[in-house]
């Protein structure tokens, strides 16, 4: 069993930076593959990175590439998203998950989730 709780959400503006993270409880944390993902007012749940167990991999999103960093540290149980060059369309509910998946954008392939944290990007 893994508890996730995010943090670090909060108000920018466009150009910005802001970093969000996820700290988790439970032992077996550093076995997972860790993600981010997010949800804008009247969208969908997407995708944003991931990050594998052993940090070798990650996956971003198009959208994010070049602009979002996720990192984690095993050794505090806790995974973040450095968020640069943030744009008003970045405005979303910023949600951690935990998966045995490695680093898939599938978020049916996450089995752990976090309450989210706001991310509002202002023009």
């Known amino acids: 069993q893994v508890q996730l709780v995010e943090s670090g959400g909060g108000l920018v503006q466009a150009g910005g930076s802001l970093r969000v993270s996820c700290a988790a409880s439970?032992?077996?944390?550093?076995?997972?593959?860790m993600g981010w993902f997010r949800q804008a007012p009247g969208k969908e749940r997407e995708f944003v990175a991931a990050i594998s167990w052993n940090v070798i991999s990650t996956n971003y999103a198009d959208s994010v590439k070049g602009r979002f960093t996720i990192s984690r540290d095993n050794a505090k149980n806790t995974v973040y998203l450095q968020m640069n060059s943030l744009k008003p369309e970045d405005t979303a509910v910023y949600y951690c998950?935990?998966?045995?998946?490695?680093?898939?954008?599938?978020?049916?392939?996450?089995?752990?989730w976090g309450q989210g944290t706001q991310v509002t990007v202002s023009s």
């Open positions: 998950a935990a998966t045995l998946r490695g680093v898939t954008q599938s978020q049916w392939e996450y089995v752990y």
């Open positions: 439970g032992r077996t944390f550093s076995s997972y593959g």
